[in-house]
């Protein structure tokens, strides 16, 4: 049986330092994944991964556990992903390499369809790097994390009508970004 968050938490804050790695290994690819859809870089992701889980191991004594370890550990991540993206501003624009671009390959889809779903994702990547931060991170956590309104609100400090508002408008603005991108120059509609 898999142990629950706070059953975890307090094994660790009574002295078994060991049993974090159980939250660590619970949410290292949602933490991971977070951090590399803010900066689009996968050394950035993984610096700002481990140092979200040693800022929430040092603080774990504060942790509330009336909360979801979940929201609080993304709360976390989301600040020094903002805090990074203060300090560098070109880590907010993306390197869209192939080698950076998360694929939604499916190898039984003929090669052309293959291709243009990577280009379709590069592209769709390049454009969300384009929002402002606080509309990438609205986007991210709903569209790309997953997470309800309700997560969104709790780990971004914001009312829940606002983080809908902000979520909707970040994706009405990715749309606007990709529908600009899509006729070129000279190019008709």
Not at 88 to 94: G, T
Request: proline share 2%.
């Amino acid at each position: 049986m898999e142990k629950k968050d706070n059953d975890i938490i307090q094994s660790v804050i009574e002295g078994d330092r060991d049993a974090y790695a159980l939250l660590v290994d619970r949410y290292k690819t949602r933490i991971f994944n977070l951090a590399y859809r803010m900066t689009g870089s996968y050394e950035h992701a993984n610096d700002l991964a481990q140092e979200t889980f040693i800022k929430a191991f040092e603080n774990l004594g504060r942790f509330d556990q009336k909360r979801a370890f979940f929201t609080w550990l993304y709360t976390i991540g989301l600040n020094i992903a903002r805090n990074h993206l203060k300090k560098d501003r070109k880590a907010s624009l993306c390197d869209t390499s192939e080698n950076e671009t998360f694929s939604l390959r499916d190898n039984s889809q003929d090669p052309e369809h293959v291709m243009m779903s990577e280009q379709d994702i590069r592209y769709l990547n390049a454009c969300l790097y384009h929002l402002p931060n606080d509309l990438r991170e609205a986007v991210v956590l709903r569209f790309y994390q997953e997470l309800s309104f309700e997560e969104i609100a709790e780990i971004s400090g914001l009312s829940l009508s606002a983080a809908k508002m902000r979520a909707y408008r970040g994706l009405e603005k990715l749309r606007e970004l990709m529908e600009e991108q899509s006729v070129k120059p000279g190019e008709k509609e």
